[in-house]
């Protein structure tokens, strides 16, 4: 099955400034890649997502970028906020039959003043 | 906007007991995921309905969960009898299984403490 290992676990970033976090999965099949952000307490959220077809996307403050060859997708936060601060997931799913999302291990974002 | 509904929101409860969650998916989803999410982890699939038919329960553990989605609308998590191991927070998604939709929408979540 799909495995997605997340990096780094925890990311501690001046406000202002900018953050990666870096997933990499092992099934080549994938093709389809969301984050997810989730405050405390609260419910997962998509923020952005990516398919296979596509090498980069970009939302505003936001940007995700996917090497299918190296297996390896990042999601960029730029000019963060306070309000950027919570846990994000990636994840991976092959859409076909019976698909299955697999989530990264989390990364807690925290967005110093 | 539609929303993913559960209840209930939190729940303790005493080992060996049985506790149950449900979900309301959003309207028209057809598929429906139940996961379990353990303090600093990401979320695990415990199962996946299409309709009322399960698709995949592989990391169901059977011995002592359940899940049901008899009309193929809302669903069903049970859990008898629970144990210490069982707290975390139990989340139910949906997706409306479209030609190009894959967002999963998630709902707030049952939080599960087992004493």
């Known amino acids: 099955g799909e495995n997605v290992e997340q990096h780094p676990s925890t990311l501690s970033v001046q406000e202002g400034d900018s953050a990666v976090i870096k997933c990499t999965y092992s099934?080549?099949?994938?093709?389809?890649f969301p984050w997810y952000k989730q405050e405390l307490g609260k419910r997962p959220q998509l923020i952005i997502d990516?398919?296979?077809?596509?090498g980069e996307k970009k939302d505003q403050r936001i940007a995700v970028t996917l090497n299918k060859t190296a297996k390896h997708f990042s999601l960029h936060i730029t000019e963060t906020q306070p309000e950027d601060s919570a846990v994000y997931f990636c994840?991976?799913?092959?859409?076909?039959?019976?698909?299955?999302?697999?989530f990264g291990t989390g990364t807690r974002l925290q967005v110093t003043l | 906007e539609a929303e993913v509904a559960q209840s209930p929101r939190y729940k303790i409860t005493e080992k060996s007991q049985a506790v149950a969650f449900w979900c309301d998916p959003i309207?028209?989803?057809?598929?429906l995921y139940w996961y379990r999410q353990i303090l600093g982890q990401g979320p695990e699939l415990l199962v996946q309905?299409?309709?009322?038919?399960?698709?995949?329960d592989s990391q169901l553990p059977k011995d002592r969960f359940s899940a049901e989605r008899l009309k193929g609308v809302d669903s069903t998590l049970k859990i008898q009898p629970a144990e210490l191991g069982d707290s975390a927070m139990y989340l139910c998604?949906?997706?409306?299984?479209?030609?190009?939709?894959?967002?999963?929408?998630f709902g707030p979540g049952t939080r599960l403490t087992v004493t």
């Open positions: 994840a991976a799913i092959y859409t076909g039959t019976a698909s299955k999302l697999t």
């Open positions: 099934d080549s099949a994938s093709n389809y």
């Open positions: 998604a949906s997706t409306l299984s479209g030609a190009g939709d894959y967002e999963q929408y």
């Open positions: 309905f299409q309709d009322e038919s399960v698709v995949d």
């Open positions: 990516i398919r296979s077809n596509v």
């Open positions: 309207s028209g989803h057809a598929t």
